[in-house]
């Protein structure tokens, strides 16, 4: 069973910046995608932004030019730079990965709070 392990949230005022981080291990399978979702309360979690392998990306329009998802291939490990950061921005973040054979796994989640 994957274990994710996500670290790297916390509380920021509006404008400043936090680094997420998603570590992967007892991986079995190739790791294809790894992704950022975050939840706010009372709303329906919602992609962030996902990378993979190869280092394609893609971001929510929300978050584009703020966010910057990168990942260390050798490390199984999954990276969101988030700057200029936003009170809408406070949630709930979740790393998903997804493995050659298409099962996804979810992390724990870590909690980012932007106060304005």
């Known amino acids: 069973q994957v274990q994710l392990v996500e670290s790297g949230g916390g509380l920021v005022q509006a404008g400043g910046s936090l680094r997420l981080s998603c570590a992967a291990s007892?991986?079995?399978?190739?790791?294809?995608?790894m992704g950022w979702y975050r939840q706010a309360p009372g709303k329906q979690r919602e992609l962030v932004a996902t990378?993979?392998?190869?280092?394609?990306?893609n971001y929510a329009d929300s978050v584009k030019g703020r966010f910057t998802i990168s990942r260390d291939n050798a490390k199984d490990t999954a990276y969101l730079q988030m700057n200029s950061l936003k009170p809408e921005d406070t949630a709930v973040y979740y790393c998903?990965?997804?493995?050659?054979?298409?099962?996804?796994?979810w992390g724990q989640g870590t909690q980012v709070t932007v106060s304005s």
């Open positions: 998903k990965v997804v493995d050659s054979i298409t099962r996804d796994y």
């Open positions: 007892r991986i079995i399978f190739i790791i294809n995608v």
């Open positions: 990378i993979t392998r190869g280092g394609t990306t």
